[in-house]
C-alpha cells in the first residue's frame, strides 16, 4: 500500500529511486541559472520589504519565505531533475526461472489451495499477466529443481514429487547452464525449505561476483498451524543389544497450546516406549527424552510418532525414523583390582547373564600373583597387566580398582591415558583405600583423564571413611547410567530406597567439563561427595565411581530389587559405548534415496590405533537384491587415516556395506555399516515458507524478495536492477504530482495567512 | 651358677592387631571381616558359654586372620566377628563360616536370615561336623531353606581348588587331640567330604567341609604338636575358600 502511495506522489516506485542516479537534464550553466534563481528571490523579498501597509516584520517575513519557497520550486522544476537508470534492453537478455518441484509445493495453504496453484495463475500462457510482461521484455529459461535442477519447456512438465529441495544445487545448475548468454537475473519460486547437505553461501558467492541478481518469490505461509512435528530425533547410530537408550526427541507445535501428546516408539511395528510430552508454546521446541531397549542384533529402523491431531494441516511430519545398529558382539572390559574385594565379585554377577559383555578380570590376590578370570585363552594377561599398546588396547574399556598408582609402571600410567584419549576406550575408577589420591594417583598421567579432583590424601591412622545416601543430581535423572530401569519420577524414588554406601576417597570437585551424575550426602560431610562423574577425554570418555562398596545395594535389599544389577549393567554398557574400533566404517547420511549419493567414510588405524594412510581399502556393497559390487576406498590426503568412496544405490531397501582394511597383506580390520535406502518424507518437515532464506538469497545478490501479492512488479524491477545488456535512460522527475502538490500547498498557504492576519 | 639367658619379651600375635571396630559405626571401613555365623542349637554347651557356633572361638578367628592377612593382600579387619543368623545386618558381611552345625537347630528367624543372605549372593563355608547323625542334622537344617536343592561333591576340578593354592587332594585335618593321638578321625570310617550348594544360576554358594576340621587347624597351627601338614592344608584351604568367594 505504502508502495502504491508512493509511485501516485512520485512517479515512480523506490527502487527506481534506490537503482538510479538523480541529476538535472536542462541545458546552461548552473551559474547562470543560480543567478536567475538569485534575482527571482530577491526580488520577491525586496517586494515584501518595500510594501508598507498595517503588516508587521514577522508577517512579511513569512510571507516572503512562503514565496521563495515557491519560487524555488518552479526553478527546480525548471531545471529538469531527472534519475539517471541503466535497464536492460527488450528481448535481449534472459531471465533463469527457477521452480520448485518437491513434494511441499503440494501442501495447501490455509484456504485450501496447494502452494503450487501460484504457478498456474502465475505461468499460464496467454493468461497470466506476470508471463506476458515477462515474456515481453526478456528471453525466459525454466528450471525445476528439488534435489536436482534440469531444464523444463515449462511449468507444465512440474511433476512436484522431488523429495529434497537443494536450493544451492538449482541456483549453481541455473548460473551454469546460462552462463553464455546475457542474463539479467533468476527468479527462483520456492517455499525456500533448503534441505540440501550443501551450505547456501558456496551457491551465493558466485553469482555476487558474476552480478546476477537473484529474485525470490516465497510461497506458503510463514507458520503452518495448527500442526505438530517431529523435528529432530537424536538417538546414536549404533547401540549393544539390551543397552538403555535414552533418545531425545524434538517437538514443535504451532496452533494446539500446550497441549500433551504421546510419542509412540515401534521397533518393527512393535511398541517399545510409549512416552507423554506436553507441548510448548507456539514455534517452540520441548524435548521428549525417552528411555528404550532393543533386543536382536542387527540393523534396525525405529519408527517415532506423534498421532494426528484433530484439523492438524501436515500429517507426515508427525512421524520419524531413524535407523540404529544394534550389535551382537561381546565387548571385552579389563577390570583390574589390587585386592579381593567384594565390589568385584558383585560387579561379575551383575553382569554375568549379559552376553555382550566379556568383564575380564586381573585380581592381585598377593605381591605378583594374580588371579585371572573370564580369559579367552591361557595366554592372556599371564604377565599381569599388559605392558604394551597393543595387549592393553584390544579391550574396549577399563576398570582399575583398589590400585595403588605405584603398581604401574610410567610407562603403564602414560598408556593408560593414551588408553582413553587415543584409542577411545572408556577407563572406569572405583573408590577404595588405594585409588584417587589416597592410591597415589595425583601427580600422574592418569589424573587428568579422571573427571574428578584430587585433593590431598586422606591422613590419619584411620583414613577417611563416611557413609553416604546417594541420589542422582539433575543431569543423573536424564542419564541412561542411572536410570536404574525406571523412569520419570521414580528413578529418584527408587535411588532413595537404596541402602547408604560408604566412601573412602574424600572427592568433592568435578573437573570443569565433567558431568556429576550421582552425588552422595551424608551428616558426617561439609561438602556432598561425588559419586559417579564423567568425562570425555581425548576419543574416549573416563568415570569416576568412588563408593567402595555398591554391593550392599545387591545384600542390603529385598530379593526382588535389581537395582545393583540394572546399574551396573547399563554402567559398562555405557563404559563400551561408542568405543570406536581400528577400522570403522560410517556413511554420511543414515538414509537416502536411490539415485542419490551416498560417501563412505572409513577411518583406518593399524592396532595402536595410529592412523594408517598406506592401506588397501575396500568396500564391499550389497544390494537388497544381492547384488555384490567391490569398490576401491581412497585415501583422502586431507585427514590421517580418512578413506573415503562415493556410491549410488539403485534399489529400495537395506544396504550392507563391509570394509576391509589391509596392508603389506595383512588385514588391519574391517566393519559393517548398514544404509536404507527408502522415500524420504524430508519435504514435509519444516515445510512453511523460510522467508528469511529467501530473503537473505534476494539482498546478498542485490535482487528482490517477492510474495504472490506483490510479484506483479517483478517485470519491472529486473529491468532496472538487473545484469545483462543495458541502456542508459532518463526518467524525468519535473512532473511528478509531489510537486504539483507542493505548489498549490505553498500558494494556499500564503493565502491563507494572508486572510487570517487581514492582509488581503 | 649358669648365668640365665636375658628374658626376651616375645611379642604375641594380638599385641599386633589393629583398632577394634566402633560397634556404632557402618562395617565397612576395612572391605573384609571374617565373619562366624551364631545359630540356634542344642545339646553340647560349646567353648566358654556359647553353643556350639563358638568352637574355637576367637582364638582361631584371629590367628586364621593373622595367617591369612599375611598370605594374601587382603584389608581384612584384625578381630572376630560373630552375628546372629537373624541379624539383619549380617547381609553386610558377604561371607559367613559357620562351625560344627552338627547339632544345629535354627530358629526360623535364622532360617529366614541365613536363606535371605545366600539368595542375595552371600558364601557360606561350613565346618568341623563328623559323622552321619550330624549330617543328618545339618541337612535337615538346610531343607528348611532350600527344600529341593541337592547338596553335591564339590570335586577337585571346581575352580575353588585352583583359586589361590593348586590344592589336589582333599584332607581329614584332625581336631587338636586327635592330631596328638597320630588321629585324623572323630568317627569310625568317616572320610573328608567336600560337598556344596548351587543357586540356580549355578553358583557355589555354600561350601560344606565334612569329616574334617579346618578350625582347629587354624586355631592349633601355632602348637608344635599339631601336624604342619594339616595346618598349612587347612589354612590354604581357608584362602582358597575366600579368595573365590570373593570373586565368584
New interface residues.
Partial sequence: MMDRIFEFLFKYRPLVFEQGDFTFAAPGSVRLWLVAAGLVGAAAVASYTIARGKSSVTDRGIMAGLRVALFALLVFCLWQPVLILSTVVPQQNFVGVLIDDSQSMLLPDEDGTPRASFLEEAFTPDQSELLAALSDRFALRFFRFSDVASRIDGPDELTFDGTHTNLGGALDAARVELSGVPLSGLVMITDGAHNGDRPLSEALVPLQASGVPVFTVGLGEEAISPDIEIGRVEMPRAVLEGSALIVDVVVTQTGFGQLTVPIIVEDDLEIVAEEFVELGPDGEPVVARISLELEGAGPRRVHFRIPTQSGERVERNNARTVQIEVRGEREKILYLE?????E???M??AV??DENIQLV?L?????G?F?R?EISDSTELQFGFPSSREELYQYRSLIIG?VEASFFSHDQLQMIADFVSDRGGGLLMLG??SAFAEGGWAGTPVEEVMPVVLGEPAGG??GF?A?IAVKPTPAGLSHAAVQLGQAGDAVSARWDSLP???V?NPISEVRPGATELLTGTSADLSDDQVVLAFQRYGRGKSIAMTV??S??W???PA?EDQSHETFWKQALRWLIDGVPDAVEVVTDQEQVEPGETVRLVATVGDSTYIEVNDASVTASITSPSGLVEEVPVEWTVERDGEYVVEFRPSEFGEYEVDITAERDGQTLGSDRTYLNAAPSDEEYFGANRHTQTLRRIADETGGQFYTPDNVETLPDDITITGAGVTLVEQMSLWDMPFLFFLMLTLMGAEWGFRRIRGLV | MAQQAPQVQRPTFLSALG?RRDPE??S??W??YWTRAIYSGYGRRGFRGGGGWATDYPKGDRQFLVVLKR?????AYDWENAISLADPQL??F?VVYMVEPGRMDMTEAEVEGLR??L????FLIVDDFWGQREWSQFEYNMRRMYPDKAIVDVTLDHPIYS??YDIEVVKQVPAINNARRGGTSECYGCEPWIRGMYDD?G?LMVIINFNTDLGDAWEWAEDPRYPLEYSTYAYEMGVNM??Y????
Avoid at chain 2, 245 to 248: E, N, T, V, W, Y
Wanted: net charge positive; glycine share 8%; charged share 30%.
Fill in positions: 589390587g585386592e579381593p574385594r567384594f568385584l565379585k558383585f561379575r554377577r554375568a547373564d578380570v585380581q592381585r590376590t598377593a605381591e600373583k588371579l578370570l583398589s577404595g583405600r591412622d584411620d571413611f557413609e547408604p554406601v560408604t573412602v567402595q562398596d554391593w550392599l545387591q545384600m542390603i530379593l | 583398632p559405626e557402618a565397612g571401613r572391605p573384609f598370605l594374601v593382600r587382603l584389608d547381609r553386610r558377604p535371605a543372605f539368595d542375595a549372593g552371600g583359586s589361590y544360576e553358583r575366600i579368595v568367594a570373593m570373586s565368584h
